[in-house]
């Protein structure tokens, strides 16, 4: 793989892919219709969807796609391939509270290498570049012209005081308990992968998920993090998340600075 080019490309994605969600974020009204698995789905899912997957394609037609969007491209099976999450967070879309984000990432051998987490209405962008580290872009976010990067590293975390963050929208009594092992500082919410991101700059320590997640929506917060010397292990056995799996579902899981002193679930 061309991580070089890999990199331009998911990046220009992305931010194709956000302008366009946008656009409609920023209309008065959508549509939003109900999937199978009673998920919603908006008119941006699949306009973001469509852009990216073409783009995806083109630039790579010999490496597999799975897509959150194309039902088709989840019957297919590999170690080794694209997976694109075009909005991750729709219920944050719907409610417009802004925390939703444009997900594409690689992976290599069932584990995510690369991957783009963008979040068009916070103008955040968070990537890994070719070699592997991962940055958060600032400035304007300009097509054709990457902008001041900053390395991201996560923190050094003190388990006597640790930053937790949680999901907004799925939030139950297990993932309170399991939160409550810990000695913590402070708990912030956000929606969809910036939970990853918020781990992998160093603003939260530890990220717990105990409820149905899929490997789209994981992959590309999962690379951001491990580029910035996190990791994701499976919530019953804390061995690391891998991907590839069937039905592409994930177990619960845990995403952590390794300084962290990790409880049993």
Request: with cysteine; hydrophobic share 40%; proline share 4%.
């Amino acid at each position: 793989m061309d991580y070089v080019k890999l990199v331009e490309v998911m990046r220009r994605l992305s931010i194709e892919a956000g302008a366009k969600i946008m656009e409609i974020y920023d209309a008065d009204d959508f549509d939003v219709k109900v999937k199978s698995d009673d998920s919603p789905v908006t008119a941006a899912d699949e306009a973001a969807d469509a852009l990216i997957s073409a783009g995806l394609r083109e630039a790579f037609p010999d490496v597999m796609l799975v897509t959150e969007e194309q039902s088709a491209t989840h019957d297919t099976s590999g170690d080794t391939f694209l997976i694109v999450d075009p909005l991750d967070g729709t219920k944050e879309f719907i409610h417009r509270r802004g925390d939703f984000t444009v997900n594409i990432a690689l992976v290599e051998k069932g584990v995510p290498t690369r991957g783009v987490v963008y979040a068009p209405a916070k103008g955040r962008m968070f990537y890994t570049e070719a070699d592997g580290h991962s940055v958060e872009e600032t400035g304007d976010l300009a097509l054709d012209q990457v902008g001041p990067t900053q390395a991201m590293s996560v923190s050094d975390a003190d388990n006597a005081a640790l930053m937790v963050v949680a999901s907004k929208s799925h939030r139950d009594q297990a993932t309170d308990d399991y939160i409550n092992k810990y000695a913590v500082k402070d708990m912030k919410s956000a929606g969809s992968s910036l939970k990853f991101c918020l781990v992998a700059t160093g603003e939260a320590d530890l990220y717990p998920r105990l409820g149905r997640t899929m490997e789209w929506d994981t992959a590309a917060g999962h690379a951001v993090l491990a580029g910035a010397g996190g990791a994701v292990v499976r919530f019953d056995d804390l061995t690391p998340l891998t991907y590839g799996k069937d039905d592409y579902a994930n177990p619960f899981f845990i995403a952590y600075a390794p300084s962290v002193d990790l409880k049993d679930g």
